[in-house]
């Protein structure tokens, strides 16, 4: 048999075929100790996969217990598609490269994946998985001329936002808060620039805007302008990935969110605005004069292939549901416990 | 002032006023000498910038010193477009969490650029910088329903070879050749799969020829078949991104090139079928089950602001030059020692 996991949580034959033994393990009656143990066999056994690279972040991220140093909590809402895995991939490896990096990845979901949860316990990060799905009414429509009507990922960052105040005290933790797209480029130097920050700290971005380079114009020291071009009289035009926020600073603001419903370009300003003013900016990057983000956006891979060949039947799996089809490929549904995951079958020639 | 630097040598303000000054440090008739110390200044003091990083590096890397892992020569073409940056950038972090890689970049340029010498400088990582120019009849056409006339990076993947050929010794390097373009994604866990490789290792690709996996089926442990559908008929229908190559058997065939005038889709079967038998392509990824390189593409991003804005005329700088007009953007010329920088100003609001 040979397949591939379409949607969500992709994995291997191999490894959903091991799922459905250990699924079938825990339906067994086992108590939630019994569980628990199960799950801290499984974490160890995947670090003993990786000796080399768990021994390495150790060292690299040994500032992790010294409090003085402030925690990066990094937010990155992500949905499914097929470049989904390589895009959380790469920038998992970015973030390795970071030390006292907290990730708080949410899925635009109804529930957390299998995909998603396999690559943050790979990536021996610290973590925090969420999920929220936006209602169908306010995503972007599929045709590509009517995109931005509705912007994406409010619902994610804010949950993101709710779970810091829920989680986190101003007078015991030290941190930063960056809002991070998982299509994005970022220099491992970025995340030092910001780590300072004391009220919100901002730099160039690459890329974006129409423009090789938009961000703040510093003069003494002070953000004095902006080089926009798109929207230029927003009260602060600048993109997602050009600014970090003092922790204390956005606990100490409990109302403050990103809105389902502000004009397209005005998230981040509306936002910024209930914080901070331009003069109290922090300009970072050697003033505002290096390029350490990208606003990258990744290709959606021709896959007109799929339904090209010849596809194999074998539902040798106690697991299997039925077939479906979705966006025109032939899937075929499994309920592994609780949680249900599409394949698709490759050609065999 | 404020600009940023077109093409090539991407850099900023500040950074190239200091190499005016080393520019002029370097021709007030230094001994070579005296210009290699200075070299060592400046590569030390780029180190310093990060010694945590450096010293996990080291710590990662600690294996470099020893013959018995065989180190992986990753062979990756570049050519500039306002996305290289990025890309080469989130490339360096994947391949700084692999030990015992030595990355050799092969520029399509005339000469060297000083945009990847320095991000190659700062990645710390085992690097050789080349370049070559693929002459204009062999560049693809800009029109893209006209791509896919020439391949790309041919001229690149050669000169890589041949600088393998010059410097190491089958007899005492233990060593593999990975072909890695600079756009796609890949896991750090696939580098490990490589390593031991004995003639031609082969996984699958994701993202690839219309499916969302291609790659080779395995029976008791060898390549029977392929599920490819596009040009299936190949010898063998593999992505460049889906095999590496035993370092003492390359050597061995030194008459083994890309060539310039394949036809598409076959550059990876007519270097293949020269040194190697589908019977004996070693398997792996847990049997071509797995996916651990994905063959994303990253869109050309709208740079169409760039010239809305009011440019500023200030070259106060004394390797200025001239203004030009490049791909409809004015670009000033600046003549660093014997390197030509272009650069666009950016609109001051």
Request: proline share 6%; net charge positive.
């Amino acid at each position: 048999m040979k397949f591939v996991i379409w949607d969500p949580g992709q994995t291997k034959s191999s490894e959903l075929q091991s799922e459905c033994n250990e699924a079938a393990w825990l339906q067994k009656g086992r108590s939630l100790k019994e569980k628990e143990a199960r799950l801290h066999q499984l974490i160890s056994k995947l670090s003993s996969m990786y000796p080399q690279h768990t021994e390495f972040l150790k060292y690299l991220h040994r500032s992790d217990g010294d409090e003085s140093v402030p925690t990066i909590y990094v937010i990155t809402p992500t949905y499914w598609r097929p470049v989904q895995e390589a895009e959380l991939t790469r920038l998992s490896h970015t973030f390795q490269l970071v030390p006292k990096l907290h990730w708080i990845v949410i899925e635009d979901s109804n529930t957390t994946t299998k995909l998603v949860g396999d690559l943050l316990r790979r990536s021996l990060l610290t973590y925090t998985r969420l999920h929220v799905a936006t209602p169908q009414a306010y995503k972007l429509p599929a045709n590509p001329k009517l995109s931005w009507v509705h912007p994406r990922g409010v619902l994610q960052r804010n949950l993101g936002l709710q779970w810091l105040r829920t989680n986190l005290d101003a007078e015991k933790q030290k941190g930063v808060v960056y809002f991070a797209d998982d299509d994005n480029t970022y220099d491992q130097a970025l995340f030092e620039e910001m780590r300072s920050t004391k009220t919100v700290s901002v730099w160039p971005v690459g890329l974006v805007g129409g423009l090789l380079v938009e961000g703040p114009l510093v003069e003494g020291g002070k953000v004095v302008s902006w080089n926009s071009v798109w929207k230029r009289h927003r009260p602060f035009p600048i993109d997602m990935a050009g600014f970090a926020i003092n922790l204390r600073l956005l606990l100490n603001h409990p109302n403050v969110a990103f809105k389902l419903k502000a004009e397209i370009g005005y998230q981040e300003s509306l936002l910024l605005k209930e914080i901070v003013t331009i003069s109290e900016l922090e300009p970072r990057a050697d003033n505002c004069s290096k390029v350490l983000v990208w606003h990258t956006r990744t290709e959606a891979p021709k896959l007109d292939q799929e339904n090209n060949g010849s596809y194999i039947f074998q539902p040798n799996l106690p697991c299997f549901k039925k077939w479906s089809v979705r966006e025109g490929v032939e899937v075929g549904i499994v309920q592994i416990n609780s949680v249900t995951v599409s394949f698709v079958f490759l050609p065999v020639l």
